[in-house]
């Protein structure tokens, strides 16, 4: 995976200027088409696409159509398009990819905005403006739209019925997706957030889209979805089966990137809120709740395996080594599972260490457990199995205090401050070089 991104953290989202970007020459909205061999179906796509914006979207656009090596008229079509319409651009790659025409375009766009949709304009162009409207506005970073949203309106063939929802359902089982639609041909984003996010993408093909979206969620941008209303092309060229092929690649190449922390998402977090009120918070260590939460989930299922690999020590052997067996185990995957769970330290740096310190807070359980069973022996000689199943857990249970504790003070005291620190300040925003009595005005306020 690719991570030498140049840019740190993003700022804080801001609402864009209005004539800010008309004052630059730039459109504040960015259309790419990517099409293969599409001369039927091009002219009219743009021309719909053209008249419906001039219509109904109140702020400058451009068209961009992204030529992937058609070896048709295509690139005729679209260069004539570019003459007649001034608000339309050709552009001509000589490799195929419909992730490679995004990248390629979007990195060279000066649209604050950018979006794409398919040729076939499947959805209804009605969802345009709120799809792009949260992005204008600094509400979101991303913006898809949904043709499994519950007020969405699709008309589709059974088979890629069932091969969306499955390729979503896999989504969600191994990359714990939680977008609803990865697939619709309909999305966009903040040019900011391309600018970051774009050189962590690998993929130049149709796993594009999904790949920039899991990075993105996992990273913490928000991500609008708006339900369409969406009707099939019957005369669709995209080849499913290979197409599904390679989407499965994808998955297991992001999830193996993310379950061994090879990318910094970190640099793509946004401060926790656009109100610098949000970012005064004094006296609230940040994070300690969310830690809390992860902490005792894993400790409750340490517990469990704590408890059953006790059981069956004792099989075989004393109630002092049976204890510390089991909590030696249990220990390692605690800790394990702490640091990537609960204080979210990522890849194999420090890992020893950590483990090493882990040991140490083991130890501390140790003699809190172990004190507690040798009390017990002494104050009733032969106690049952139950009992010594009941101190246990007691003890456990002081052990568990002490040991969130040490972790966060001592073991993953980075992690901790790191949360607990409040956000820079974001740069204020640069003055609109428009007519000053457009400076006051936003462009998420939609006419």
């Known amino acids: 995976m690719r991570t030498d991104t140049p840019w740190g953290t993003l700022p804080a989202r801001d609402h864009l200027l209005a004539g800010a970007a008309d004052a630059a020459g730039a459109p504040v909205l960015d259309v790419v088409i990517p099409v293969y061999n599409e001369e039927k179906d091009l002219e009219p796509c743009v021309l719909r696409l053209h008249d419906h914006l001039e219509r109904t979207f109140p702020y ?29 651009r050709s552009h001509r790659l000589e490799e195929k990819g419909r992730g490679r025409a995004l990248r390629t375009v979007w990195s060279g766009s000066d649209a604050p905005v950018l979006a794409y949709m398919d040729v076939d304009l499947s959805t209804d162009l009605n969802a345009l403006l709120p799809l792009v409207a949260p992005l204008i506005s600094g509400h979101s970073d991303l913006a898809i739209g949904s043709r499994l949203a519950r007020s969405s309106r699709v008309v589709r063939g059974s088979k890629r019925e ?54 993105a969620e996992r990273a913490g941008l928000r991500i609008h979805e708006v339900p369409v209303d969406w009707v099939d092309d019957p005369d669709s060229t995209v080849h499913i089966v290979r197409t599904a092929t390679e989407d499965l690649k994808g998955v297991w190449r992001v999830g193996r990137a993310l379950a061994v922390g090879a990318l910094p998402l970190d640099r793509l977090a946004r401060p926790f809120g656009d109100d610098p009120r949000d970012r005064a918070l004094s006296g609230v260590p940040g994070g300690l709740a969310r830690q809390l939460v992860g902490f005792c989930v894993v400790g409750a299922l ?56 882990g040991l140490v807070v083991f130890a501390i359980g140790l003699a809190l457990t172990s004190g507690s069973l040798a009390a017990l022996g002494a104050a009733s000689g032969s106690p049952s199995h139950g009992t010594e199943l009941a101190v246990l857990i007691a003890a456990n249970l002081a052990a568990t205090v002490l040991r969130f504790l040490l972790f966060r003070a001592w073991v993953f005291p980075e992690r901790a401050a790191a949360e607990a620190r409040p956000a820079p300040e974001a740069a204020p925003a640069a003055p609109s070089a428009g007519p000053a009595d457009d400076t006051h005005h936003e462009l998420g306020n939609v006419r």
């Open 302 to 357: 340490s517990t469990l395996c704590y408890l059953a690999l006790y059981s069956l020590f004792r099989l075989g052997a004393g109630p002092q080594l049976a204890n510390g067996g089991a909590l030696l185990v249990s220990a390692i995957a605690n800790t394990a599972a702490n640091r990537r769970l609960t204080f979210g330290v990522r890849g194999r740096g420090g890992a020893v260490r950590h483990q090493a310190q």
């Open 162 to 215: 069932f091969v969306s929802r499955a390729y979503n359902l896999i989504l969600r089982s191994s990359l714990a997706a939680r977008f609803s639609d990865a697939q619709c041909g309909f999305k966009a984003i903040r040019r900011d957030v391309a600018e970051r996010l774009l050189p962590m993408v690998e993929d130049s093909g149709w796993f594009f889209d999904t790949e920039l979206l899991v990075l």
């Open 60 to 88: 400058s656009f451009r068209i961009t159509v992204a030529d992937n090596a058609s070896t048709d008229r295509t690139p005729q079509v679209a260069a004539r398009l570019a003459q007649v319409l001034p608000r339309v």
